[in-house]
């Protein structure tokens, strides 16, 4: 049984930082593209972040390259996402996905296994 379980988030000023965890069991970790994905409120879900099974290769969704930083531990089977600069528009429920797609993008469809989220705020 597969199982993705994120933590992490919090309250946070504006110009503050957090860093999310994201901890996957019952699948072969390094064969899964890995994401992290948002939603706020009154809002559809959006990509924030991918990354390749390997972690050499990653992508960002342009509102946050330069701030957040993606990173994955194969050894422990976990996903980070480091996020500097935080500003109110972050805030959302933030959640991490793993897909077994060859392509290393934030598609939803691609991804069948998501986490329940962790909410990040950001007051300003």
């Known amino acids: 049984q597969v199982q993705v379980v994120e933590s992490g988030g919090g309250l946070v000023q504006a110009g503050g930082s957090l860093r999310l965890s994201c901890t996957a069991s019952?699948?072969?970790?390094?064969?899964?593209?890995m994401g992290w994905f948002r939603q706020a409120p009154g809002k559809e879900r959006e990509g924030v972040s991918c990354i390749s099974g390997s972690g050499g290769s990653i992508a960002y969704e342009d509102s946050v390259k330069g701030r957040f930083t993606i990173s994955r531990d194969n050894t422990k089977m976990r996903l980070y996402l480091q996020m500097n600069s935080l500003k109110p528009e972050d805030t959302a429920m933030y959640y991490c996905?793993?897909?077994?797609?060859?392509?290393?993008?934030?598609?939803?469809?691609?991804?069948?296994?998501w986490g329940q989220g962790t909410q990040v705020t950001v007051a300003s």
């Open positions: 019952g699948l072969t970790f390094d064969g899964y593209v």
């Open positions: 996905a793993a897909s077994p797609s060859y392509f290393l993008r934030t598609v939803e469809a691609d991804y069948n296994y």
